[in-house]
């Protein structure tokens, strides 16, 4: 039996728009990212200028409106753009993802002249931005948070420590909730700072299992001023943006999810299909071909899932129910597969000379980033039975 390269996922688009747009996409991985995936992550080295050259491509602003430099995409698309970037680098794939989340705000929230001001060079203008809701103190208990704002005539003074922050340090604004009034959800406020604001800084990134090209670290705002003008959305409001942004962020995170392990099967199939051992290919040894084949039937449900939860998305439907199924089922397999990829090369796949153990290493962080996977099932559950008895 012959190696067999991988082939590229077969997919449904809508448009033969969305077919050229993810064939560019493809054509960048090959060339500009995958090439040094493994090198770079190695080293810690996050990729400026990958996205610089996605901005320049239009690839940093596809969900969002074209008026001001989006890609006028569907969920749908994006999300399968997501899948392609994450399969050659999950800090790619991820820190777009990041990115996306980051304008949601503003674009969703702000004021006609906001978005004028300021989303083209969010979307398009070579900007990176960076989501600051969780807090040392609180992760998945995000409405108690502590970072605070306090009015000072037209200015907005931010003070406290965000944690766990894609981006954090090297970002050129950051979408920050902060809490301008009383305890709980709804005294929490959004406010767009620039990365260079005064009293704005950040520590050193912290020492991660994967994803080591991605910085992720705690932000200090020591008395960061911000205008008014900056404040996204009506005082109070922002827990509300924050989870509406959140739904859309798993999604994400669900696509980047299935990347990661196409990307391991991928690397499975062609290692089996050229390994000799007894005198033939240990892909023909059944035990071997039924894990390849359970991989490849998780990832394809996977894919249905966040492609059928990104449909109610653009078609104006609820979807946070399904997000959060599809955040949870991709990454569980995401999960497994990498896993079992390691578990197919043998030896070889405990090494850094094939790429699989990278992947497993990255794949345990998506079941943990934007709501871990317990918290996942809690919002399922209560969108079944209700919320949770006090």
């Avoid at 493994?38 to 969900?63: I, K, N, T, W, Y």
């Avoid at 912290?206 to 020591?222: I, R, V, Y």
């Avoid at 699989?356 to 871990?372: F, P």
């Amino acid at each position: 039996m012959p190696d067999r390269a991988p082939q590229p996922v077969d997919r449904q688009l809508p448009t033969e728009e969305s077919r050229d747009l993810v064939a560019l996409v493809r054509d960048i991985v090959q060339r500009e990212i995958a090439p040094h995936a493994a090198e770079q992550e190695d080293a810690g080295r996050f990729p400026r200028e990958v996205f610089s050259l996605l901005s320049e491509s239009g690839l940093l602003g596809l969900p969002y409106d074209s008026a001001f430099g989006g890609g006028d995409q569907p969920y749908e698309v994006y999300l399968q753009v997501l899948e392609e970037l994450a399969a050659g680098r999950l800090t790619v794939g991820l820190g777009v993802s990041v990115h996306s989340l980051s304008c949601h705000a503003m674009a969703g929230y702000g004021t006609k002249q906001q978005q004028a001001d300021h989303l083209p060079a969010m979307l398009g203008g070579g900007l990176l931005g960076a989501y600051c809701l969780s807090e040392p103190s609180s992760g998945s208990d995000a409405a108690s948070l502590r970072t605070k704002a306090v009015r000072d005539g037209d200015d907005w003074v931010i003070t406290g420590t965000k944690a766990w922050i894609t981006h954090g340090g090297i970002a050129d604004f950051y979408t920050v909730l902060a809490r301008t009034g009383g305890e709980g959800a709804r005294g929490i406020t959004a406010f767009l700072v620039p990365g260079d604001a005064e009293g704005l800084s950040a520590a050193a990134p912290e020492k991660k299992m994967g994803m080591k090209g991605s910085p992720t670290a705690q932000l200090h705002f020591d008395g960061v001023r911000v205008p008014d003008s900056r404040r996204i959305g009506e005082e109070g409001q922002g827990f509300a943006i924050a989870l509406s942004a959140l739904d859309s962020g798993r999604l994400g995170i669900a696509a980047c999810a299935i990347g990661v392990a196409q990307a391991a099967l991928d690397e499975a199939v062609a290692y089996a299909t050229g390994r000799q051992q007894f005198g033939r290919p240990i892909a023909d040894f059944q035990g071997l071909r039924f894990m390849l084949a359970d991989m490849a039937t998780q990832i394809e449900a996977g894919r249905a899932l966040y492609l059928s939860a990104a449909r109610l998305r653009d078609a104006g439907r609820p979807f946070s129910k399904e997000a959060a199924m599809a955040k949870l089922f991709c990454t569980d397999a995401a999960m497994k597969v990498t896993t079992d990829a390691v578990q197919v090369l043998g030896g070889y796949g405990y090494t850094a000379d094939f790429p699989v153990e990278r992947l497993m290493r990255e794949a345990k962080v998506l079941q943990i980033v934007e709501g871990t996977n317990q918290i996942q099932r809690m919002v399922v559950a209560r969108h079944l039975a209700g919320p949770e008895s006090r």
